[in-house]
């Protein structure tokens, strides 16, 4: 019987060690964005050494475990029905994004202390490419205003999200509200000058 060869055993300790890190990393800093690299360690099973190892920074382990959470994400906006009227569609996205961002409010606090704000927009890659597919329909059949960049109009919609993230954490929002909140304030933000606001309760309703 063949012995294993060393060298895939190790890769693959490696890559155990690996998941298992960001794994904690996910779970730590969802907790207590601030949680240390000694906490995240701990909770994986691994020593420091270990870690550093595998990433050189705090910001690193941060990265990874934003990524993993993100890549998680796009599974879930997968199951989305972004079809027929756009402005419905972008509230179903809406409740569907607004959830994932809740979730990970912890997460995405340690994020944006830890990496800069152009990574952060590459790591939005996947949710903001939808969105920029939604407006430019939306745009197309006149129900979104034509008068602002798409880009721009995208960065609208992932700052609100993320500053009702920040007003849950400051006690001024419920989370159970939020949704309803930044779908009225996008729909606001989205619709073309002197068009009538789609009313909202729940989702929007034009």
Known sequence: MA???????KRADALRSIEAIVQAAAECLGRNPEAS????ARAAGVGRVTLYGHFASRAEVV???MSRALDRGNEVLDTVDMAGDPRLALARYIEAGWHLVDQ???LLAAAQRELSAGRILELHAGPAARVEALVARGRAEGVFRTDLPIAWMVNVLHAVMHSAAE????GRLTSDRAAGHITATVLAAFTPPGTP?????GGAHP
Do not use: W
């Open 63 to 65: 990265d990874a475990a």
């Open 197 to 201: 606001v789609p009313a909202t309760g």
């Open 3 to 9: 012995s294993k060869n060393p060298t895939t055993t």
């Open 104 to 106: 990970a409010r912890a």
């Open 167 to 170: 007003e849950i954490r400051a």
């Open 37 to 40: 690299l000694s906490e995240i």
